[in-house]
């Protein structure tokens, strides 16, 4: 923690705590001993020492909220310390999703609520790599169109070939296969979405999830010829 950062996160716990329940105690307690005082009791001098006594309270209560703002602000940089490590010991998996291409066609179909819709398979590629020194495999892939410009529907997704361990620094390749059904508009011969906004998410050996980008420009086509 920088000493600015530092000085600012003491500044804003000794703050809350002089704000908090200790000077107010010290407060009320001066306070009716001093009207108990002025009202029983006439005697100058012991008023004065009530003054002083409250002024080395209020000292010393001081002294004790700096200290322990100080721990707290320890404890507070520890936590991210320990949570950026926790972090770091995890793999960091960064990839591109690319090349999306239509390879078969499950046709038209047809159903009285939702009209026509036509199906096709699609393949894509992963070039990955893992940033941190920890090993790990994939285990999981899933895919949300739900952002897409146009509505479809995803299925049947499968890791067609996967790395066996990924390694830092070393860029590998997968490949994924998926159906992709959209429903159509009357007469309508061929469907192109924009895929940019669709969310591939892997899941590695650990079971942590990395958000997988798609290149832009990457377009899925349904040509129903």
Same mark, same amino acid.
């Given at each position: ?25 010290? *407060?009320? %307690? ?9 009202? $029983?009791? #006439?005697?100058? =001098?012991? &008023?004065?020492? !009530? ?53 078969? *066609?499950? %046709? ?9 819709? $036509?199906? #096709?398979?699609? =393949?894509? &590629?992963?070039? !990955? ?97």
């Amino acid at each position: 923690m920088r000493l600015r950062e530092y000085l600012g996160t003491v500044g804003k716990l000794v703050g809350g705590r002089i704000s908090g329940w200790l000077f107010a105690i010290i *407060s009320i %307690g001066s306070l009716f001993t001093s009207a108990w005082l002025t009202h $029983y009791n #006439a005697d100058q =001098k012991a &008023a004065s020492n !009530l003054l002083m006594w409250t002024a080395g309270f209020s000292l010393l209560a001081f002294v004790f909220v700096i200290f322990q703002a100080q721990y707290d602000a320890w404890c507070v940089e520890r936590k991210r310390y320990e949570d950026e490590a926790a972090k770091n010991v995890r793999p960091e998996l960064i990839g591109e999703a690319l090349r999306f291409e239509k390879y078969g *066609s499950r %046709g038209r179909a047809y159903d009285k609520e939702s009209g026509s819709s $036509y199906s #096709a398979h699609f =393949k894509f &590629a992963i070039h !990955l790599c893992n940033h941190r020194d920890t090993p790990t495999n994939i285990r999981g892939i899933s895919l949300d169109p739900s952002a897409l410009p146009r509505a479809i529907s995803v299925s049947a997704i499968t890791m067609a070939t996967l790395p066996p361990v990924l390694q830092k620094g070393i860029n590998q390749t997968m490949l994924v296969t998926f159906d992709a059904t959209v429903p159509l508009k009357e007469q309508e011969n061929e469907v192109e979405i924009d895929i940019s906004q669709l969310i591939i998410r892997l899941v590695d050996g650990f079971g942590d999830s990395h958000l997988i980008a798609v290149r832009n420009g990457e377009r899925l086509v349904f040509a129903l010829a």
